[in-house]
């Protein structure tokens, strides 16, 4: 199965910026294949959708907290999906998990836990 690891979180004062990293390893799949998710979980909240990128050169969408602000890219080459944010405020505050395949709605809280890996923290103060 394909392994994803998150990384890059940190701690960022507000209107900073971070660049997370989700790196796919274990066995060989054609990456351009499969789309490409990321998630957050904040405290006693939630998993959110926040950014998808199609398979084979599709669409890429944002959810509207973060539209304008994240960028989601992909190199093939690297077989690692980036997640560039910037003008970080307190409220994107989470553990940001990367996933193959975006499932949406209700299909989130029924993915089994190890789906989302160990994910990455980042924190914005104030």
């Known amino acids: 199965q394909v392994q994803l690891e998150e990384s890059g979180g940190g701690l960022v004062q507000t209107g900073g910026s971070l660049r997370l990293s989700c790196a796919a390893s274990?066995?060989?799949?054609?990456?351009?294949?499969?789309?490409m998710g990321w998630f957050r979980q904040a405290p006693g909240k939630e998993r959110e959708g926040v950014a998808c990128?199609?398979?084979?050169?599709?669409?890429?969408s944002y959810s509207d907290s973060v539209k304008g602000r994240f960028t989601v890219s992909r190199d093939i080459a690297k077989n690692t999906v980036y997640l560039q944010m910037s003008n970080l405020k307190p409220e994107d505050t989470a553990v940001y998990y990367c996933?193959?395949?975006?499932?949406?709605?209700?299909?989130?809280?029924?993915?089994?836990?190890?789906?989302w890996g160990q994910g990455t923290q980042v924190a914005v103060y104030v």
């Open positions: 274990g066995r060989a799949f054609e990456f351009d294949d499969y789309a």
């Open positions: 996933t193959v395949d975006c499932p949406t709605g209700e299909n989130i809280g029924r993915m089994p836990d190890d789906y």
């Open positions: 990128t199609r398979a084979n050169g599709g669409s890429i």
